[in-house]
């Protein structure tokens, strides 16, 4: 083999080299270029997630926001709708009140009362001996009516006759006045108790309003609901 021939084949066997070389090469090259591109497409998916996600979260507290404020004002509308309902039973109340100082002012129809409640009282207190108190207005009525009153307890619960002792020392408060606006007051009525003052029991005008407006208040508001969703 001459020089020539050896020179050819050493230029084949580079050829082939570079050849060979610059296919790895591209190889690489490609391969590098997918793996960058699946990279980027990985990092590109998660910004996307990250994002959504995001935006989730913030879809989400807005949603809350809404139904807190919602139910904020659902319940601000309740308590006004509330507050309207004591507004009116209050102006009942206090309009009831007011009716009953026109009771003691018929002295015939206000005695034949008095004697009634102290009857009722009797009976529900079933007390040989009791202390009465009223309204220092009433002292005079109440004395009145007193041996009726205990006559027709003893018939009905077939008892002897009770003690009744009236307190000449300490009454009732006054009728309310433009004087007392603000103080202790009492349309009327009695209040009787046991001698040793373990059981008392209120049977003044304004306590009998007050166990009435107990009693009837779920009706009344029942109708002003009425009215309200009307």
Known sequence: MND??????????????LQEAEEKANEISVSAEEEFN???LQLVEAEKKKIRQEYERKEKQVEVRKKIEYSMQLNASRLKVLQAQDDVVNAMKEAASKELLNVSRDHHVYTRLLKDLIVQSLLRLKEPAVLLRCREDDLHLVQSVLDSAAQE??????????????????????????????GSFCSGGVVLASRDGKIVFENSLDARLDVVFRKKLPEIRKRLCGQVAA
């Open 4 to 17: 020539a021939d050896v020179s050819k084949q050493i230029q084949q066997m580079v050829k082939f080299i």
């Open 38 to 40: 699946i990279e980027k």
């Open 153 to 182: 307890y003893s018939e009905k619960a077939k008892v002897h006759r009770p003690e009744i002792l009236v307190d000449s020392k300490v009454y009732l408060p006054p009728a309310p006045s433009h004087h007392n606006a603000h």
